[in-house]
């Protein structure tokens, strides 16, 4: 079992829906919570990043932490074409020097 | 402006032919990663440099080596590049290393082996 699941899709949906991005992990030792977006054929960026379990809002974005079901999300609302890109979760241990990151889903938001 | 800065961004190489790749910083950072990542699949942790120390993980293979020469660049060796190293690969920069540092990722240089 890998440590971080995350379907890996293709997701494709029409520009203005809500989007729903998931994570499962197993080890309950997880305490920091990433979410990273990556273009084609560039270098992920950070996006959103919580602390343990609840909500972060960020703009259109918003980043929830359920760790006890050990089950992460990321929300976009008024999805816009230039959400298209790959968006992976990333997550680490405390004390721990490396992050684990999921595989990646990849998003298209069509006009 | 550009903080982790890879070049080249393409690289072409010849099956067993060493290659180098590069990464500079402008932020300071203590730490210089690079991950290997492969179409559709998650970043792959090579190694870190934390200041000069290095620390590699128990399943890198031999044929990638690093260098850090000083703070603000780090390079990656492939001595004998196969068919399978072909992959994105990615630099990273943290302040610190930990659970609360965030990672700034540099664009990627993509390598073909042919």
């Given at each position: 079992q890998k ?7 293709p ?6 829906a809500?989007?729903s991005?998931n ?6 030792a ?13 270098g992920?960026?950070?996006l ?8 972060k809002e960020?703009?259109?974005?918003t980043?929830?932490?359920d ?10 609302r ?10 992976l979760c990333?997550?680490?241990i ?8 999921g595989?990646?889903?990849r ?5 | ?13 010849q099956?067993?032919?060493?290659v180098?790749?590069s ?12 991950y ?6 998650a970043?792959?942790?090579?190694f870190h440099?934390y ?21 603000s660049?780090c390079f ?10 072909a ?11 930990g ?11 993509q390598?073909?082996?042919l």
């Open positions: 440590e971080v699941e995350q379907d890996p899709g997701l494709s949906v029409p520009e203005g809500i989007v991005l994570c499962t992990y197993s080890n309950s997880f305490q920091y919570f990433m979410w990273y977006r990556q273009y084609s054929r560039k992920p960026e950070l959103m990043y919580t602390y343990s379990s609840g909500n960020d703009g259109r974005f980043a929830q932490v760790k006890s079901s050990k089950y992460i999300s990321l929300f976009i008024d999805s816009q074409p230039s959400d298209s890109a790959t968006y990333a997550l680490i405390q004390g721990a020097q490396k992050l684990v990151f595989q990646g889903t998003l298209t938001i069509n006009p | 402006d550009a903080m982790v800065i890879q070049n080249p961004r393409y690289q072409v190489t099956f067993g032919k060493p180098t790749l990464c500079s910083q402008t932020l300071n950072h203590n730490v210089m990663y690079w290997q990542q492969k179409s559709s699949q970043p792959k942790l090579l440099y200041d000069k120390d290095f620390n590699n993980e128990a399943d890198t293979p031999d044929n990638f080596q690093s260098r850090r020469p000083n703070t660049f990656l060796d492939i001595r004998s590049p196969g068919l399978g190293d992959a994105m690969y990615l630099c990273a920069t943290s302040r610190d290393v659970a609360g540092e965030k990672l700034f990722f540099g664009s990627g240089t390598l073909s082996v």
